[in-house]
């Protein structure tokens, strides 16, 4: 079985692989030991856009903050226009853009084409094309495409079980079916149809 978990840190990277070897590197490649994944864990396939339904409100130009419990920003959710539904308290969104924010690093940027929030917020579906981009402190940026994610706030964590790309000053990782964390670092097991491509600098 050929899938692959992928740990990357915008810290100071501390691996076993020695830097000399492989050059400017952001990865870590653990192999053994999580060949059961994909039989123990079930990637949720975001449903067919949920347009339908009773409206009761919406609005424009939304701008949505989450704080944590310091007051901070943990997120924030901007949007072209959402419309509530309250036959079943979802809400569809056009052009959503999440920024994940922690503390001392770089934000995560998540763009999507729509968007639909389930149970207030707690889950996020994100509809066709997929991008998330993070700036690195020492230049340039990672690159995650894909399409129709499953987002969990709470968690931190997004799947999908379509094609999926991640890009880095220097590598480049293809999969097919991915399950992402973004906390406390970028943690992303990609579950099938794996390649790498790494240059030596």
Do not use: C
Request: hydrophobic fraction near 35%; aromatic fraction near 8%; avoid cysteine.
């Amino acid at each position: 079985m050929n899938h692959r978990t992928l740990k990357y840190d915008t810290e100071p990277v501390k691996i076993s692989i020695s830097t000399n070897v492989l050059g400017h590197t952001f990865w870590l490649l653990l192999v053994a030991g999580t060949w059961w994944l994909a039989n123990y864990i079930k990637i949720i396939e975001p449903t067919s856009k949920r347009e339908s339904g009773q409206v009761d409100y919406y609005t424009t130009n939304l701008i949505r903050t989450v704080m944590n419990a310091e007051g901070i920003p943990k997120e924030t959710l901007i949007a072209e226009r959402m419309t509530h539904y309250k036959n079943d308290d979802h809400s569809f969104l056009v052009k959503p853009v999440m920024t994940l924010f922690k503390e001392g690093k770089k934000p995560w940027i998540i763009h999507s084409d729509t968007a639909t929030l389930l149970e207030g917020g707690k889950t996020i579906l994100m509809h066709d094309d997929v991008l998330a981009t993070k700036e690195l402190d020492e230049g340039g940026q990672t690159e995650i495409t894909t399409r129709n994610v499953t987002y969990i706030p709470d968690k931190n964590y997004a799947e999908t079980a379509e094609d999926a790309q991640m890009i880095a000053p220097h590598d480049k990782v293809t999969g097919h079916g991915a399950q992402i964390y973004f906390e406390p670092d970028l943690l992303i097991t990609l579950l099938s149809q794996v390649r790498r491509r790494h240059e030596v600098q």
